[in-house]
């Protein structure tokens, strides 16, 4: 399994965008990259995934550069309500995967 | 159903007692996880099921936890003697398929171990 390591906490204000930067430094060919989203007291839910170059959905976007060895999740505009876990996975989309979650970031977005 | 299904969503049980969490999947998900959250902390993996093969126990912290799957349907997780170390949110998830398809997550059961 690709080991992910993101920022344990990042603080924001309203209006703004916010990027997490996820590094996956041994990731493999076939691996892709997954970011979920938790609110307090939910589950995850998926956001965004993407294996290279750029991926753009109502939620999110998400950078993928080159190397794919990292990978940014960029949020526009965040609102109090963005205020969330989120996590970053890497691994194939076929195959045998196991669900492991990090520690993820905790952003706060603040008035 | 429309989404993943977990019972009850608040479980308060005395210390040494035994509970039983359920979990309903979506329907056709042949993928389930049971995962840990305590209060502040990211999610603790406990098991896996992925179709008919055996599950990955890998993440069940001790021989009080034991999980069980009936082929693609409901899962329940079982804590026997609990200690008020098992509060905790227990989530499930389901996925369509192998590999990391978008996974489902329930609303969680809470459990709280007086």
């Known amino acids: 399994l690709a080991k992910t390591t993101q920022p344990i906490s990042m603080d924001s204000y309203e209006g703004q965008e916010v990027n997490i930067t996820c590094s996956h430094n041994n990731i493999a060919t076939n691996d892709y990259i997954t970011w979920y989203q938790q609110f307090p007291s939910q589950g995850p839910r998926f956001i965004i995934q993407g294996y290279k170059t750029k991926v753009t959905n109502e939620v999110a976007s998400l950078f993928i550069p080159a190397d794919r060895k990292s990978s940014t999740l960029s949020l526009p505009r965040v609102s109090l309500s963005d205020t969330a876990v989120y996590y970053c996975?890497?691994?194939?989309?076929?195959?045998?995967?196991?669900?492991?979650f990090g520690t993820g970031t905790r952003l706060k977005v603040l008035a | 159903g429309a989404g993943v299904s977990q019972s009850p969503s608040n479980k308060v049980t005395e210390k040494g007692k035994d509970v039983e969490l359920r979990c309903d999947p979506i329907?056709?998900?042949?993928?389930l996880y049971w995962y840990r959250q305590r209060l502040g902390q990211g999610l603790e993996f406990l098991i896996y099921f992925q179709g008919n093969s055996a599950p990955d126990k890998s993440g069940l912290p001790s021989d009080r936890f034991s999980a069980e799957r009936t082929g693609e349907s409901v899962s329940t997780l079982t804590i026997q003697r609990t200690q008020q170390e098992d509060s905790a949110v227990y989530l499930c998830?389901?996925?369509?398929?192998?590999?990391?398809?978008?996974?489902?997550f329930g609303q969680g059961t809470r459990l709280t171990v007086v």
């Open positions: 996975l890497v691994g194939p989309l076929a195959g045998t995967y196991k669900y492991i």
């Open positions: 998830a389901s996925t369509p398929d192998r590999g990391v398809t978008e996974a489902f």
């Open positions: 329907s056709g998900h042949t993928a």
